[in-house]
């Protein structure tokens, strides 16, 4: 069989190597896109598991990622669900005509973006950008409804839990070895340890059901965040139950609703389950969350590097045509964007252009400027000549006039060469 002449899209099989040596194989290939046919059904979708009869299913969608080697890869691609990449193939395999288009778009339900941020109090990537996304978050106000999640790790899946219900994972683990996180500092008998940090995450879990969750902003929340990376945050005061409290007196949160909360809840001391740390480790499975920070836009994964301008951009691009808040018309492709978040006016439309006002003020000086300048070195110029001429004449001799007077060329000069020296 001839080889395909380039460009075409290729489809292929899962399984066998990488999502990214297969990508890379298919560029090399002279493919210009890829679509990737997964080769296993969804947990959910019983059709295709009981049309296949597979005894094996996936409980949630795969996530195709960079393994930190397709820097090379230039030329995109999807992953396509079993049921749909069967259809297409029966097609091909009947020699039918089938026709697929590559489209990038996120879902636009409605005029109210639904974001959320999966993190843990102690990702030094995700503070940064809280830090900054702060005044964008309230300047959406309640067009956009922000849900933070915090990544628990299964301790009982991860055997932290031993079968006599011990905790064999020491201070990486709450409840007895149920919840864990990882060490922020990699030691574990000093600094902040991972059950410290499960406890920071419950802590945030209650302060947003009690004072995010109904508007979806969250001020207080935010303002918490906030004031706990700025006191808190370092190995003498993370786990400083003092500290916190300090916290929540200058976000204006109730101290007593946040304890009772995470009490309630099921604690952090006994070998007891945890409601809101169970629902977040269940959050996480069925979202296919793998890669700290993560953010979602409409339910759609993020992908690349998390800052500001990239989620900001998606959740305006993820409103129902004609439906965008004012803001994001204001400020998308401002160049003083933090100003324009600030003001929720845009002083430099452009991706670092200037006003109009500005720009002719500065054409105006430039002008006046060179103007000037064209006018002292034509000032100058004609003086120098002049100069000139004075110091050629005087080189002459002498000469007499008519009326047996010898003169002298100055004279000629001083006149302004009003006369002929010669007759």
């Given at each position: 069989m001839e080889p395909w002449p380039s460009p075409y899209i290729l489809m292929v099989d899962r399984g066998g190597c990488s999502f990214v040596q297969k990508v890379r194989n298919a560029q090399r290939s002279g493919a210009a896109g890829v679509v990737i046919a997964d080769n296993t059904c969804l947990c959910s979708d019983k059709n295709c598991v009981s049309a296949n009869g597979q005894d094996v299913c996936q409980p949630a969608e795969p996530i195709m990622a960079d393994d930190g080697s397709g820097g090379d890869i230039s030329i995109p691609s999807f992953l396509m669900f079993k049921v749909d990449a069967d259809q297409i193939k029966a097609e091909l395999q009947a020699n039918h005509m089938v026709q697929v288009e590559m489209q990038w778009a996120l879902p636009k339900p409605d005029d109210r973006v639904e974001y959320d941020l999966w993190t843990t109090p102690s990702d030094p990537v995700s503070k940064d950008f809280q830090k900054k996304f702060e005044p964008v978050a309230q300047a959406l106000g309640d067009r956009a409804y922000f849900t933070p999640h915090m990544y628990i790790y299964d301790g009982v899946k991860s055997n932290c839990q031993g079968f006599d219900g011990k905790n064999m994972c020491f201070n990486l683990c709450t409840n007895n070895g149920r919840y864990c996180?990882?060490?922020?500092?990699?030691?574990?008998?000093?600094?902040?340890?991972?059950?410290d940090v499960v406890k920071e995450s419950l802590r945030r879990i209650?302060?947003?059901?009690?004072?995010?969750?109904?508007?979806?902003?969250?001020?207080?929340?935010?303002?918490?965040?906030?004031?706990?990376?700025?006191?808190?945050?370092?190995?003498?005061?993370?786990a400083n139950d003092d500290c916190a409290k300090d916290c929540y007196k200058h976000a204006k949160i109730n101290e007593d609703i946040i304890e009772r909360c995470m009490r309630d809840s099921g604690g952090l001391e006994k070998d007891t389950p945890n409601t809101f740390l169970d629902l977040e480790m269940q959050a996480q499975v069925s979202r296919g969350v793998v890669i700290l920070p993560t953010a979602f836009?409409?339910?759609?994964?993020?992908?690349?590097?998390?800052?500001?301008d990239t989620v900001?951009?998606?959740?305006?691009n993820g409103y129902l045509d004609g439906t965008e808040p004012s803001i994001c018309k204001e400020c998308s492709g401002c160049g003083d964007f933090n100003g324009c978040i600030a003001n929720k006016k845009c002083k430099g439309k452009g991706g670092g252009g200037v006003s109009t006002h500005t720009f002719m003020s500065s054409i105006l000086f430039i002008c006046i400027a060179f103007g000037g300048?064209?006018?002292?070195?034509?000032?100058?110029t004609r003086e120098e000549m002049r100069e000139q001429v004075r110091g050629i004449l005087a080189e002459y001799m002498p000469l007499e006039g008519d009326d047996g007077h010898v003169g002298s060329p100055m004279d000629f000069a001083r006149r302004g060469g009003s006369e002929h020296l010669m007759s």
């Open positions: 996180a990882t060490d922020p500092d990699n030691d574990l008998d000093h600094g902040i340890s991972g059950a209650c302060i947003w059901k009690h004072y995010g969750e109904a508007d979806g902003v969250g001020k207080e929340w935010w303002n918490y965040v906030s004031q706990f990376m700025e006191r808190c945050d370092n190995p003498d005061y993370f836009v409409n339910t759609v994964a993020l992908r690349g590097g998390l800052n500001v900001f951009t998606a959740i305006c300048a064209a006018f002292y070195h034509y000032r100058k």
